[in-house]
T-cell receptor, first 108, second 115 residues
Framework: AQRVTQPEKLLSVFKGAPVELKCNYSYSGSPELFWYVQYSRQRLQLLLR??SRESIKGFTADLNKGETSFHLKKPFAQEEDSAMYYC??????????FGTGTRLKVLA | GAVVSQHPSWVICKSGTSVKIECRSLDFQATTMFWYRQFPKQSLMLMATSNEGSKATYEQGVEKDKFLINHASLTLSTLTVTSAHPEDSSFYIC???????????FGQGTRLTVV
């Protein structure tokens, strides 16, 4: 079955603390994984894709095929990081399967 | 990045009426568009995939006669919710991609309220 699991609905951290948003997936093929972010009252926008192995706004995510995970990490959270984060799996037919999302709240 | 625009951003309609939502790719040609539905505090659920000039492919459990999708041009796809009922009230989001682009671009969403 194709599935993306984000176990945490809400994650609250203090400013400057490290952040890790968890994502696990289930997919029989070769996965392409993404993190999307939705700031308040804005549309979904791409944050990271695993094939790029890039760091955007200080966030990184590494695909771990052994653990079927694609956790999103940032060493020092900022208040402007507060948003809804969705992990997504793209299938071979370009369908996106989204996790249920994690709301990140960065407290001052 | 590329821009995908949905219209309207919100709509209120009476039970039994039909509502059309447009999804446009403003600065690129979208051979494939996707329609999602998002309930409050839940994830996006893919409803259907539409390819320009062909019939949409619906996900399991989505009524194709209820949610009519038309992708008549490379820049426009429409979703028509027919005979709407209050349980159809939701946030509908479209996304679009090109064959050469590995990224999907999302519209701002349309909030439908059926009263």
């Amino acid at each position: 079955a194709q599935r993306v699991t984000q176990p945490e609905k809400l994650l609250s951290v203090f400013k400057g603390a490290p952040v890790e948003l968890k994502c696990n997936y289930s997919y029989s093929g070769s996965p392409e994984l993404f993190w999307y972010v939705q700031y308040s009252r804005q549309r979904l926008q791409l944050l990271l894709r695993h094939i790029s192995r890039e760091s955007i706004k200080g966030f990184t995510a590494d695909l771990n095929k052994g653990e079927t995970s694609f956790h999103l990490k940032k060493p020092f959270a900022q208040e402007e990081d507060s948003a809804m984060y969705y992990c997504a799996l793209r299938t071979g037919t370009y369908k996106y399967i989204f996790g249920t999302g994690t709301r990140l709240k960065v407290l001052a | 990045g590329a821009v995908v625009s949905q219209h309207p951003s919100w709509v209120i309609c009476k039970s039994g009426t039909s509502v059309k939502i447009e999804c446009r790719s403003l600065d690129f040609q979208a051979t494939t568009m996707f329609w999602y539905r998002q309930f409050p505090k839940q994830s996006l659920m893919l409803m259907a995939t539409s390819n320009e000039g062909s019939k949409a492919t619906y996900e399991q459990g989505v009524e194709k006669d209820k949610f009519l999708i038309n992708h008549a041009s490379l820049t426009l796809s429409t979703l028509t919710v027919t005979s709407a009922h209050p349980e159809d009230s939701s946030f509908y989001i479209c996304s679009a991609r090109t064959p050469t682009n590995t990224e999907a671009f999302f519209g701002q969403g349309t909030r439908l309220t059926v009263v």
